[in-house]
């Protein structure tokens, strides 16, 4: 029996018979995660990473993160002075972009940016874009984020929610990525944010959600 790493509940199991993978799926929440004996270990994961073409010269890349900020930042950037991009990759895009409408960003990534900037800091927003579905606990992640924001401040995540009918799941694009382990609903987020201390002001297009500190 597996138990779901947001809430506790039982679930169901799905099979991956062509590539030998099992993921569960939530009963409750609707949290779907690949079982932890699949994972790869960090050195395949940088690989992967590294084979992304995350930069300026990638224009639909650029523009997927303008209209990123023009949709979940830019209604509440006028109470916002300092940021955090945590997972910001190889090619900080993001954080240029927010420097580029006057925020004071700091960035951190695993990675390419390891140092932990953000330890003696709170920040009035922190974006993480494609970094959840790499989590293994996704909650532990949260909850440090939420230590780190400011009162009232907000924590803005990008990560595709999975498909509800698991054959659909299965021949779903966005799981394909080995690296890519947990999948999140609007209900998980919304259980997370209450554990946390957040609370979910508004999900975006089934790849955005909007956390603010309570």
Request: hydrophobic share 35%.
């Amino acid at each position: 029996m597996h138990f779901c790493k947001i809430c506790g509940t039982a679930g169901t199991s799905i099979e991956d018979e062509k590539k030998g993978l099992t993921y569960h799926r939530c009963g409750s929440c609707g949290f779907v995660s690949l079982d932890d004996k699949y994972m790869v270990d960090e050195v395949k994961e940088k690989k992967q990473y590294d084979a992304h073409n995350n930069g300026f010269e990638n224009e639909g890349y650029v523009q997927m993160f303008e209209d990123f900020i023009d949709l979940s930042i830019t209604p509440y950037i006028s109470t916002m002075n300092t940021a955090l991009e945590f997972g910001s990759g190889p090619g900080p895009v993001l954080s240029k972009l927010l420097e580029d409408r006057g925020l004071e960003v700091d960035i951190y990534d695993l990675y390419y940016s390891p140092l932990k900037v953000y330890e003696t800091k709170k920040y009035d927003l922190i974006t993480s874009t494609e970094v959840f579905e790499h989590l293994q606990k996704p909650l532990e992640v949260l909850e440090l984020l939420g230590e780190h924001t400011n009162d009232n401040g907000y924590i803005v995540l990008m990560t595709k929610f999975p498909p509800k009918d698991d054959k659909v799941f299965l021949a779903w694009w966005y799981r394909r990525d080995p690296t890519h382990i947990s999948f999140f609903t609007p209900k998980s987020f919304e259980i997370m944010a209450k554990k946390v201390g957040l609370k979910v002001l508004k999900t975006i297009n089934e790849n955005i959600v909007i956390f603010q500190k309570c």
